[in-house]
């Protein structure tokens, strides 16, 4: 075997590797969650005895064995709650970041039939098997009205129903700013068609198989070209290869673009012209879109900030939460009906819409000056919580290098306060439709009109620094000594002025 085919044959074991683990890590997450419905003694017990069965040729589960015999001893009705718990504790905490230890006790059909199938020869030939009546897409029709059929279904059911086409799309991705299919990376691709066969497809990644690339080209393509390739490879199925990429072939291709009357239409104008196109939803975006927004909400650092939060603790990253969510459902409300909309469906249940309303206009929150900023525009008594604390740090018994810091800190913190109130005026005053009176001092026009820059003051900025410092000064009752203090320290944050 040639170094290039070794490199092919490399990239494909690492798939089926990968994709094999992948499938059994969800059979795990689906015996999990079926453990933690069961609310009776009775399943309980039986689940105990499933695992004790499985487990008892194994000596490293030997706590374990233990711990699910006392529990089916003290089982009864008053604490099947708590029991339940810690039956679910053991399964997950225990033994769940064991894979290959989990296998053992999930050695069932499922496990069997990932273990069989993701070899060379038997993946093509399970692949043909369940491909028929199949189509790729990025943008399924169902999930606009359920009952619209794919170009693969009988001619009775698109006559009875109507079809639309499968859509692949292939946008390039621009920094345009917009959330749209090209601009999101890593989606992936949707299947549809009969329920249980879209199960079955994407549980063998078929579309991320014929994605493989060696070389920067794809890896179905250089076994079209190169039998010699495809034979040492697929020795047993080289045949059904040829059948596999032909299915492929036509489950990533319509002969036509074709809508429906049930898809909402609308009209866009194209250049001089209108078109009439159909909104379809991208079903990977609304996946990707949960599942950031669940990781946003509910990962480990959140569940944590938010603890924290209640029990009024600090937390030193906090959390983020998106609020005013809607919820919508594709495909009913049954869990086994949201996969005859699409597979990716079937992970997504549920999706989640962003809340779109146009913003609401309110009147400015602030006062403009018509006289003088520091007696309109802001008040003593909007920094009180500071010039209470300055004033408790000027009675300090013991005055250190600490205090002194500490008041420094003050006059910066109620410097920067005043910063913000006058970066609103600037931007108010810089609005051509704000036509009020304005009779302020020069030094002050200069300070919040961006357009008096070009007034001849050259101690405009010692003004604005000593008014600044007065200010500070009566609102914390400070004596006639202090106020060169706060003066020396506003100086040093002169240039936040300008």
Known sequence: MDSSTKDIKLVIEKFFLETKNKYIEGVIKEYISDLKTEKTAKKIKASIDKIQNFLASQDDFSQVKERLDQ????????NIVTLHKEFISIITDVM?????????????EKVKYAQETFTFGNYIQEACKQFTGMNFSTHPAKFIHPDISHPKASDATKKKNGYAS?????????????????????????????????????????YNFFNLKHNNKFIYDILMEKPEVRAKLFSSAEGDFCKLYEAFESATKTEKNITDQRLKQVYVQVNKDYHLLSIVNPSGILLKLR??????????????AKSCKKEGKYHETGYKQ???????????????KHQNISFLNGELNQAYLLNSLPPKLSNYDIRIPTTNFFNQT??????KEQFFRLQKL??????????????????????????????????????????AKINIPVAQQIWLFETQKNIKDNNWLDTIIKAIARFIALGCEAKDERLAEITKVITQYKEQLY
């Open 394 to 435: 000027y009675k300090h018994p013991r005055p250190n290098s600490t205090t002194r810091r500490q008041i420094y800190d003050c006059y910066a913190d109620i410097f920067d306060s005043i910063l913000k109130y006058a970066s609103q005026v600037r931007e108010v005053l810089a609005n051509n439709n704000y036509k």
């Open 71 to 78: 529990i089916k001893k003290k089982l009864t009705k008053n």
């Open 378 to 383: 802001i008040k003593t008594w909007y920094f």
């Open 322 to 336: 998106i609020y005013d969510l809607t919820t919508i459902n594709f495909g009913g409300t049954e869990k086994n």
């Open 96 to 108: 769940h970041p064991e894979l290959q230890k989990l296998e053992l006790l999930l050695s069932n």
């Open 166 to 206: 499968a859509i692949i799309a292939n946008c390039s991705k621009k920094n345009d700013g917009y959330l749209r299919f090209g601009n999101v990376n890593n989606l992936e691709i949707d299947t549809f068609g009969n329920a249980k066969k879209v199960t079955k497809l994407e549980d063998l990644k078929l």
């Open 291 to 304: 599942q950031s927004i669940n990781d946003m909400h509910y990962c480990k650092e959140a569940e944590e």
